[in-house]
């Protein structure tokens, strides 16, 4: 079966860094993606990685290794408003989007 | 109205009424997607429209009924629902369905079935 992996819970001090990782088993792959959701909203787009390496954006970098399925969402210069879940996604062989449970990030002053 | 719009934001309803859910995208998209999102699960994928005919039914229980009139307008219709069905609904479009192509999600419709 497909199976996307993240932490249910991570908690952070507002200026820290913290990075929030994803492992995946899925039948192919064609690209991950990293959403936010602040609670009771729209979950927002972040960042898509396709190929190995780092890529970055501001304050979040996101991280894929192929060979070990596995990607990892860093956020540097924590803020409060970062407070919120982070979606992990994995598009298969037939380009449906597999979707991790979410990993609940608190930022505490 | 920019993006998607999703309508009602919250529905109560009891197991015996019909009630549809409402999505709108303001982008341009050629695909539209309806998802269900319970609490620490992750998103269910229930239906893909893509250029308005539906191309993904992930076993989606027959008492959800979707329909795509036109590339910007998706609907729920809904009956008999269970309690267990209670979630939120989203809807999401993207501008095609391969590669790089991001979703753009609905706020969503918070449903309870009583």
């Known amino acids: 079966g497909q199976n996307i992996d993240q932490p249910t819970e991570m908690t952070a001090t507002e200026g820290a860094i913290v990075q929030i990782n994803c492992t995946y088993q899925?039948?192919?792959?064609?690209?991950l993606f990293w959403y936010q959701q602040h609670a009771g909203e729209a979950p927002t787009f972040l960042s898509y990685n396709v190929l190995d390496g780092l890529e970055e954006k501001g304050r979040f970098s996101s991280f894929l290794s192929r060979s070990k399925g596995y990607s990892y969402l860093l956020l540097k210069e924590l803020q409060m408003k970062d407070s919120a879940s982070y979606l992990c996604a994995v598009r298969d062989s037939n380009y449906q989007l597999i979707w991790g449970a979410g990993t609940k990030l608190i930022i505490k002053p | 109205e920019t993006g998607v719009t999703q309508t009602p934001r919250h529905l109560v309803m009891g197991m015996t009424n019909k009630k549809s859910l409402k999505c709108e995208q303001h982008l341009g998209h050629n695909a539209m997607y309806w998802y269900k999102q319970s609490a620490k699960k992750p998103l269910e994928l229930m239906f893909v429209?893509?250029?308005?005919?539906?191309?993904e039914n992930n076993s989606v229980p027959s008492r959800f009924s979707p329909e795509c009139p036109n590339s910007s307008h998706l609907f729920l219709h809904l009956h008999t629902l269970q309690p267990e069905d209670s979630a939120l609904y989203l809807c999401?479009?993207?501008?095609?369905?391969?590669?790089?192509?991001?979703?753009?999600f609905g706020p969503g419709t918070r449903l309870t079935v009583t």
């Open positions: 429209y893509s250029l308005e005919e539906r191309v």
């Open positions: 999401a479009s993207s501008q095609g369905q391969g590669e790089s192509y991001e979703q753009y």
């Open positions: 899925t039948s192919g792959f064609n690209g």
